[in-house]
């Protein structure tokens, strides 16, 4: 009997994203992404080995799903590659990208197993970042186009959307350089994160008017940063950083608008979004769920500030490291859920929609992870207490099914449950797959 149980319906589910599995990156009509051109772009991946490959998911889809459901999952968390659909990013339709995802949703559905589709997983069509890409407000009806055919196509099997996942990741893109597309230009950034915010919305409008039973939301990953000391300047970074993160999104899309605090700052920097009117109604569109992705927190400090903020250094200490250099910090997801509720006053569902750890570097035997069973344990029991004490979190998605591959750090990364041997490409339950069978079967930990 496990110690900790989940309710009955509560959902254990695994999740990926198209990019990082599905490869045949030039197959079956399929146009080239901005992460196609980055990561074949010298110097911008780890090894300049680019992700043509994924871990071929999109031919060996049947494999995928049987070996999901020899696991017991119940719920498959995926991405839609957008230039799979529509290789030109607007316009043309590629019928056969439309009937991949048809034969992996059916193929789910014959299994039991629920699928969970996020429409915008990181990869714009190429063509549409030579038009502008995020940073032009046309990228608006375009994402909005782009959504009525998914729901058009899908919406009578699917019953459970996101628009997009972890839209910070335009920041990575077109601010920081470190993701595609690669540019560094701050206020372009900016407008960027605030036309995916439109999009998000013009996403949600789309599924209303398309009319199809089953729910949207949208998915962000929560970070929370806590001060390294009581020093004022380590608070203020603190709450700075909250805001350039998951604030940005979260303040706009839960109904307030924008904060005071960042748009004094932004102002004053000269890199506060274009904001039109109607903007924020629509972006405030109401969403059925919210999907956090909680990895772990992030300890700031201004004296000695960590621009790689996702791996702890030696001025953060919190005390519990992983062997891959992240800190072990499991009531982060408690955090997190009690945050939208008590910052936001969010009461509808929510799910955990990632939650995962990659391989630590001392790793002897590939399938021998116990550290990532340690972890996850961790971390739905925090998600049990929260549950217990009146929080509404309805499921979990394990971030990953498969190793694969980790955007700028390629294949270095391994966050799967399921080993794949990369000259073979032949999968491998870890240890931590059947442990989370057993989870899935006991219904608890
Ligand atoms: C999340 C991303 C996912 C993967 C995991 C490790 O931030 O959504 O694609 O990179 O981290």
Redo the contacts with the bound molecule.
Sequence with gaps: MPKILLPKDFTFGVAT?AY?IEGAWNEDGKGPSIWDTFTRTPGKVAGDVPGNRGVEHYQRYREDVALMRDLGIESYRFSLSWSRLMPEGAGRVNQAGVDFYSRLIDQLLEQGIAPNVTLY?WDLPQALEDRGGWVTRDVVGWFGDYAALVFDSYGDRVRRWATL??PISIWVGYGMGAFAPGRSDEKAARQAMHNALLAHGRGVEAFRAAGSPGEIGIVL?IWQRHPATDKPEDKALAADDEDNGFRFFLDPLLGGGYSERLTQRLTAAGTMPEIEAGDLELIATPIDYLGL?VYSRVVVSAEHYNPKWWVADEWHPGGNFLDNGMEFYPKAVYDAIHMVKTDYGFDRPIFIT?N?VSDGKTLADPLEDDERIAYVGAFLEWIAKAIDEGADVRGYYL?SLLDNY??AAAYTQK?GIVHVDLETMQRTPKKSALWYRDVIRSRGV
Excluded: A, P
Aim: aromatic share 24%; net charge negative.
């Design positions: 994203s990082q997983h996942n972890e990953d992705n990632e995962g971030w980790e955007w966050f």
